[in-house]
């Protein structure tokens, strides 16, 4: 959703701040409601797995969320090709993999994406850490 900000511009039908603003909010809820849910899944990994195996396996989901943010937006696949055009995902992302040179877009997209999901989400975990260790004497 974050990367729906390019697609703004005046129409003369409805201010610009307007759309701003609405395009905000669904990005904000967003990614609230995906930060919990990666929280409750890292809550529950740290449980039975361990601090270390948790920590990279989050990690691990956010940087596979980069490149499906870029396999989104500029390669223009959506969730369902997954499971109707499975193997024209698989060529492209064998392509990118094989050929790194040829699409350097892919690295420095997904690395900035996952840099930037990966700080927020940082940002986030020690928040809520914070407060709920300020709630239990």
């Not at 701040?17 to 740290?46: A, C, P, W």
């Not at 956010?62 to 396999?71: K, R, T």
Request: net charge neutral; charged share 10%.
């Amino acid at each position: 959703m974050i990367t729906d900000l390019i697609h703004l511009h005046a129409t003369g039908e409805v201010g610009l701040l307007y759309d701003i603003v609405m395009l905000g909010s669904f990005i904000f809820n967003g990614i609230v409601v995906g930060f919990i849910s990666l929280y409750m899944v890292h809550r529950e990994l740290l449980v039975r797995i361990g601090q270390r195996d948790a920590h990279m396996i989050v990690t691990g989901i956010l940087f596979v969320c980069s490149f499906a943010i870029y396999l989104g937006r500029f390669m223009r696949w959506n969730t369902w090709d997954a499971l109707v055009n499975p193997a024209g995902i698989l060529f492209d992302v064998s392509d990118h993999i094989i050929n790194p040179a040829a699409k350097p877009q892919v690295f420095v997209t997904t690395i900035t994406v996952f840099a930037l999901l990966g700080a927020m989400y940082a940002v986030a975990w020690q928040l809520v850490q914070t407060a709920s260790k300020n709630n239990h004497p």
